[in-house]
């Protein structure tokens, strides 16, 4: 097959990352996409880095071995742990990965606050701690680590009094800060962001790095002269380390949220 009518690898530790593929797929109807969930190692955010890092670089080789174009870590943890070690692995593949959107927060709040909220690895990682220092001028950037919420909605729990419990409480010291964005770092959240919004108890913006990472995708692919040449609908196939998700996985790549 030509290289351009080879799909795309979409990876996340888990389901989060189907929250990108669905922006991938708005974006780039006609390709044929791969996504490969780690669920049975899944919470990668609060492993060390060393495990995060083998355990990306053998989805990566998963991936591969079934002749992806691209690969889209659609994992904030996995990109801040690994995508440099996959770049120098591969340095002739389009390795996109996905970070929290500060930026376009920071620029847009002058001085108020922003709210990140993260997994502890993605908090802890130079790579991050890097761009929040970028903006720390351009705004208040408050750092949440989010110990448990990916797990949550790997479990699927998306609403209901635990969840709402959990929020309050991690939310709560900032409901009298002067935040009017909360930037999703870790593509499990997008699944709770009404949770989010509800618990904050304020109006607030929420925003996520999937349509950014969509368009790098694009760019990517127009730069390597690897966009597809189909015209009509492409496909998308789920594989998860554990197969019992499967059936869940179609249910958030269709999810309202
Ligand atoms: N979805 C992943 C992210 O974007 C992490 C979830 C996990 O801890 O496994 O960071």
Same mark, same amino acid.
Do not use: W
């Given at each position: 097959m030509e290289p351009r009518e080879q799909p795309i690898g979409v990876f996340d530790s888990g389901l989060g990352g189907i929250s990108v593929l669905r922006a991938c797929v708005a974006l780039l109807p006609q390709e044929n996409f791969l996504f490969f969930g780690d669920s049975a190692n899944a919470p990668y955010g609060e492993k060390s880095l060393d495990q995060v890092r083998r355990l990306t670089v053998a989805a990566a080789d998963r991936l591969l071995a079934q002749h992806v174009k691209a690969i889209v870590v659609a994992c904030n943890t996995a990109t801040s742990a690994a995508i440099g070690l996959l770049r120098q692995t591969h340095p002739e593949l389009p390795i996109i990965g996905i970070e929290p959107a500060v930026k376009p927060a920071a620029q847009a709040v002058g001085s108020s606050s922003v709210i990140v909220m993260a997994t502890p690895l993605t908090i802890r990682e130079d790579k991050y701690q890097k761009l929040a220092a970028a903006f720390c001028h351009e705004a208040n950037v408050i750092s949440l680590p989010c110990k448990g919420l990916a797990e949550m909605v790997e479990q =699927?729990?998306? *609403? =209901?009094p635990v969840l709402d419990a959990y929020l309050q409480e991690l939310l709560l010291p900032f409901r009298?800060?002067?935040?009017d964005y909360i930037v999703l770092g870790c593509t499990h959240y997008p699944f709770v962001r009404q949770a989010i919004a509800r618990n904050f108890g304020r109006p607030v913006s929420i925003i996520d790095g999937s349509e950014g990472t969509a368009r790098q995708l694009r760019r990517q692919l127009e730069k390597a002269g690897?966009? /597809?040449? &189909? /015209?009509s609908q492409g496909t998308v196939t789920f594989q998860n380390? &554990?197969? *019992?998700k499967l059936a869940m996985s179609q249910t958030l790549f269709l999810m309202k949220y």
């Amino acid at each position: 097959m030509e290289p351009r009518e080879q799909p795309i690898g979409v990876f996340d530790s888990g389901l989060g990352g189907i929250s990108v593929l669905r922006a991938c797929v708005a974006l780039l109807p006609q390709e044929n996409f791969l996504f490969f969930g780690d669920s049975a190692n899944a919470p990668y955010g609060e492993k060390s880095l060393d495990q995060v890092r083998r355990l990306t670089v053998a989805a990566a080789d998963r991936l591969l071995a079934q002749h992806v174009k691209a690969i889209v870590v659609a994992c904030n943890t996995a990109t801040s742990a690994a995508i440099g070690l996959l770049r120098q692995t591969h340095p002739e593949l389009p390795i996109i990965g996905i970070e929290p959107a500060v930026k376009p927060a920071a620029q847009a709040v002058g001085s108020s606050s922003v709210i990140v909220m993260a997994t502890p690895l993605t908090i802890r990682e130079d790579k991050y701690q890097k761009l929040a220092a970028a903006f720390c001028h351009e705004a208040n950037v408050i750092s949440l680590p989010c110990k448990g919420l990916a797990e949550m909605v790997e479990q =699927g729990i998306f *609403d =209901g009094p635990v969840l709402d419990a959990y929020l309050q409480e991690l939310l709560l010291p900032f409901r009298y800060c002067n935040v009017d964005y909360i930037v999703l770092g870790c593509t499990h959240y997008p699944f709770v962001r009404q949770a989010i919004a509800r618990n904050f108890g304020r109006p607030v913006s929420i925003i996520d790095g999937s349509e950014g990472t969509a368009r790098q995708l694009r760019r990517q692919l127009e730069k390597a002269g690897l966009l /597809t040449t &189909r /015209t009509s609908q492409g496909t998308v196939t789920f594989q998860n380390s &554990r197969p *019992d998700k499967l059936a869940m996985s179609q249910t958030l790549f269709l999810m309202k949220y």
